[in-house]
Nanobody
């Protein structure tokens, strides 16, 4: 059974940075796309960034140029480096496996809270 465990969330001031991690267990991710999604209070969950099995990356327009998704194959971990954070980035961030483009797959992590103060 595949498990995704996120970490790295927290409270940061506007303009600051955080790096989220998602550790995959029970399976490698070399054969599936991985992604990050987020859900702010009162809003639907939305796509943030994705990385394909071939390491192609793609981003939501709202984070392009500020966020970077990457992966470490040996550690079976993906990362989301978030720079120039803004209050509107406040949300619970979820790791996801097996999606297509901006659509998620069925495997989710438990989420990690990111709060950006103004």
């Amino acid at each position: 059974q595949v498990q995704l465990v996120e970490s790295g969330g927290g409270l940061v001031q506007a303009g600051g940075s955080l790096r989220l991690s998602c550790k995959v267990s029970g399976r490698t991710f070399s054969d599936a796309a991985m992604g990050w999604f987020r859900q702010a209070p009162g809003k639907e969950r939305e796509f943030v960034a994705g990385i394909s099995w071939s390491s192609a990356t793609y981003y939501a327009d709202s984070v392009k140029g500020r966020f970077t998704i990457s992966r470490d194959v040996a550690k079976i971990t993906i990362y989301l480096q978030m720079n120039s954070l803004q209050p509107e980035d406040t949300a619970v961030y979820y790791c996801n496996r097996g999606g297509r483009g901006t659509e998620p797959g069925d495997c989710w992590g438990q989420g990690t809270q990111v709060t950006v103060s103004s």
